[in-house]
């Protein structure tokens, strides 16, 4: 006997466990448990057992796959693996042998020989088969692993188209309340403006400074509101695949300049530094303007948002090899490279998320990230490419970022629309 001897038992039936394990045990053996075969092949593979016994009837693999699979590692290749199952059809039993099993034991156990047996097993006896009868049951077998096969393909086929429906379901349904939630938005941000520009309502704020705070940060919170149900529903669009360019001939300075008067405030009251040389821009392409515009403008209110106060954004853009190359370049806290790999996902956002629901431009002040994710449908909706350059996230040496977007300098309508984004 080989007392210190390691076995794994691959085995979903809880009495046999228990049976089975208490034999081992007691008689000096130690014991690892596997209700699945997925998790059998994992714990062979970490520890490396002086024996296997396996199941056959296993609700994710049977134990003939698993053998077939840990015979393909050399370092289990000659480890003995011994079937213990309620299968006594000779046949069964031919194609387990098939399977480069190396003993076979039927259910109900017999415990009085069971140690012998497995003791035997640990000293490289292997069970006797017939020759005739293996190379039969060898051609069976690999029927069999073909029919498991296309099987499980075909089930794979029908859990994917139910997938995708219930994905099409939860993207119908966050357009719906996204759109729901903004029809009494926009009544209630018209009303509120309305009320800011009435003449009683503007003489209350002159003369008393609490009352315009108040307002001034309802009109705000409304605005902020706005741009978020406006991001999930361009998000979800991209996401199913129904974001609708509207081309027309765009000049890429233009759209840029727009961008950048949008946050010309903030620009300097942060006292931030933009380099913007719109005569070398490119000559103006097929685009959608309102979506490229959408794009930028989300990239800069990064650029922004990453950089601190007196810090620089540099905008540059130029055609090289038949195509626009637009980069926007910032001295602020960088991106790891970690993060660089995912900042484009949905809902993806580094750094300290504590921050994330303050001001939009504040000096580190996060959203919900789906602008990039924006930014990437929108640019691959055009055909283009999207990626980031940075030595990674240093609040004191602050690397800075680079973000790049090439675009197809389209320069007519095109007759095929450009390929859908990939999410
Ligand atoms: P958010 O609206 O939350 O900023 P984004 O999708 O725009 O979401 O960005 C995702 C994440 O990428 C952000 O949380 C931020 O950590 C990082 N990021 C984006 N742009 C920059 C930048 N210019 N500098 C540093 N980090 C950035």
Known sequence: MKPQATILYIEDDKASQILIQRVLTHAGYHVLIADRALDGIDLAHKHRPDLILTDINLPDMSGREITVRLRSDPRL?????????????????????????????????????????????????????????????????????????????????????????????????????????????????????????????????????????????????????????????????????????????????????????GYAQVIAQRSLVVSFEPADWPPPFYADMALLELALSNILGNAIKYTPDGGTIKLRARVKDGRAHLSMQDSGIGIDPEDQKHIFERFYTAGDTQLHSTSKTAFRGGGLGLGLAICRGVVEAHGGKIWVESKGCDEKTMPGSIFHIELPLQTSMPITPPPRSSF
Do not use: W
């Not at 069976?140 to 499980?152: F, I, M, P, S």
């Not at 009544?187 to 108040?214: D, F, H």
């Open 77 to 261: 290749a000659s480890v003995p693996i011994v079937a213990i199952t309620s299968y006594s059809h000779t046949f069964e039993r031919d194609k387990t042998f098939a399977a480069g099993v190396s003993g076979y034991i039927t259910k109900p156990v017999d415990v009085s020989s069971l140690l012998k047996k497995i003791e035997e097993y640990l000293h490289g006896t292997q069970d006797k088969v017939n020759e005739d009868a293996l190379t039969n049951a060898q051609q069976a077998y690999k029927y069999e692993l073909v029919e498991r096969l296309e099987a499980n393909v075909r089930a794979l086929e029908v859990s994917n188209r139910n997938l995708r429906r219930l994905d099409q379901i939860k993207e119908d349904f966050i357009q719906l309340t996204a759109h729901e939630l903004r029809t009494p938005l926009t009544t209630v941000y018209g009303y509120s403006r309305l009320i800011q520009t009435s003449g009683p309502v503007r003489k209350l704020m002159e003369e008393n400074e609490e009352a315009a705070a108040c307002l001034g940060g309802l009109i705000d919170s409304i605005e902020r509101l706005n741009v978020v149900i406006s991001e999930i529903i361009t998000v979800s669009r991209i996401a199913s695949g129904r974001l609708d360019l509207k081309l027309g001939p765009t000049n890429l300075a233009d759209v840029m300049d727009r961008a950048l008067k």
